[in-house]
């Protein structure tokens, strides 16, 4: 099953329905112990926990609750627990007189040396930057201090994963029931997510809008069977590349030859590069001389003058599914009536200064709501670029992916993206699969092909076949990048 992100409001109904262990302290308790267990684990990879030092910064209300109550339960293992209270006046009473209890020490400063820290300064109520007296807490740790954040880093919005200055930056984040939002829309900052049963159920109203990630191994890559031809495994054309931009259309073609299309057909002015460079595209010069196709992938460096626009127009006039990129949207952007209320598959791949030509206005920190609403008016599928690519359909479900890494923000990734997803199209995977999937290999490949250095979209073109290998073997690496801190 895909991973679901929630909302604050669907976390806390969810915990209103939980009765009785909301009310009885229960999942505190269980919250608590899930914490402390996490920075166990983070101390245990050091040596053990006998003997070391944690502090704690704690907020008000429950986040700081969840966070005494861990560093008692630390205390009582032998670690030696220290904690700044931001408000003493607000400190969770019954989780401060369990910390002193266990014998934990409440200091005006957290000393040096620490092992780990534990953020218990706000939860998923939180609105904007840490306050002065907690940034400089934070400032001041050791840069080898593991730091473990209760729910969410403080300085995060739940919501919408908008980073604020100061915020926190965990190594571990540890919530409870459900990942939230910003788990995955601000992945850097939380590190490695632990999400801890503490009894939970789903919540009672559920947002209309989901979003959703896909894991590894629910990525289900067409493979050739017995019976497959290069028919059946997807003919996709791409229209892509001019005199002055070539390279786009080497790399959009040769994504699609590589990445499934059992063929590739292309038309435009570089047919002679492409072929060139992979002999098994079938080329042309026009699009009446294409041959059919299953679906088209159109614009990455093609142009935006009188011709590209009617070459756009005759293609979304088909009953085809169409991939609109690059100078495509720029068209779609000043004539939205090409693309809006289309009754074929459509799927439109910005980055976020093409997503605001088309909308009048940025992308701004609500990415989710943001994407989601130009699919849902438009009628077609939206993949928004990004380290967090988000792709919307128009019922309002969202996929998103955390690449990792930026390794892939490089000058033709993007004509790379276009023709991955254009292959899945072609044999018949909705917008919205072949979009994630399309960013899914297309990350891990960037992954591949950078190991720790700088790359070109050539090098992600030549790791996109062993990327898609892996997947289609079910032998990726692990998905969890922890950012370095």
Request: charged content about 20%; hydrophobic content about 45%; overall charge negative.
């Amino acid at each position: 099953m895909p991973t679901r992100y929630l909302t604050a409001d669907e976390v806390r109904d969810a915990e209103r329905a939980s009765g009785d262990l909301l009310a009885s302290g229960t999942l505190m308790r269980r919250a608590a112990h899930g914490v402390a267990q996490a920075v166990a684990a983070e101390l245990n990879r050091a040596g053990g926990c006998y003997g070391r030092s944690v502090g704690v910064v704690v907020g008000a209300g429950d986040n700081g609750g969840d966070a005494l109550f861990a560093a008692a339960e630390l205390a009582r293992r032998g670690v030696a627990a220290h904690a700044v209270l931001l408000a003493p006046e607000k400190a969770h009473p019954a989780g401060l007189r369990a910390f002193r209890a266990a014998g934990g020490r409440v200091d005006d400063a957290l000393p040096g040396g620490l092992d780990a820290v534990i953020d218990g300064v706000v939860g998923i109520g939180g609105r904007g930057p840490l306050r002065p007296a907690a940034a400089t807490v934070f400032a001041g740790l050791d840069p080898e201090t593991v730091v473990v954040a209760v729910d969410l880093p403080s300085g995060i919005e739940a919501d919408t994963g908008e980073v604020h200055d100061p915020s926190v930056r965990a190594d571990v984040t540890v919530t409870f029931g459900f990942p939230r939002r910003a788990h995955l829309l601000a992945a850097p900052r939380c590190g490695r997510v632990v999400v801890v049963d503490i009894g939970v159920g789903d919540p009672l109203q559920p947002d209309a809008r989901q979003l959703i990630s896909y894991s590894d191994a629910e990525i289900d890559w067409p493979v050739p069977g017995p019976a497959d031809d290069k028919y059946t495994q997807g003919v996709v054309g791409v229209i892509a590349g001019s005199h002055r931009y070539p390279g786009a259309a080497i790399l959009a073609a040769g994504a699609a030859v590589t990445a499934t299309s059992g063929m590739t057909r292309y038309v435009g002015s570089a047919h002679a590069e492409v072929v060139s460079h992979f002999p098994e595209v079938v080329a042309a010069p026009d699009l009446a001389d294409a041959g059919r196709v299953q679906a088209w992938v159109v614009g990455p460096g093609m142009g935006t003058d009188a011709a590209a626009t009617a070459l756009l127009r005759t293609v979304l006039d088909s009953d085809l599914p169409v991939l609109v990129d690059a100078d495509a949207l720029t068209i779609v952007s000043n004539e939205p009536g090409l693309v809006a209320g289309r009754a074929a598959p459509t799927l439109l791949t910005p980055h976020a200064g093409e997503f605001a030509r088309l909308t009048g206005a940025e992308v701004g920190a609500d990415r989710v709501s943001a994407v989601a609403d130009l699919a849902a008016r438009w009628g077609v599928t939206v993949l928004l670029k990004g380290r967090i690519t988000l792709v919307a359909d128009p019922s309002g479900r969202v996929v998103g992916n955390d690449a990792g890494s930026s390794w892939a923000a490089t000058a033709g990734a993007g004509d790379v993206l276009a023709g991955i997803a254009g292959s899945l199209l072609a044999v018949g995977r909705s917008p919205q699969e072949a979009g994630a999937w399309a960013a899914r290999v297309h990350a891990h490949a960037a992954l591949l092909a950078s190991r720790g250095a700088p790359i070109g979209a050539s090098a992600l073109l030549a790791a996109l076949r062993p990327a898609i290998r892996e997947f289609a073997t079910g032998r990726t690496a692990t998905e969890t990048h922890t950012p370095p801190r």
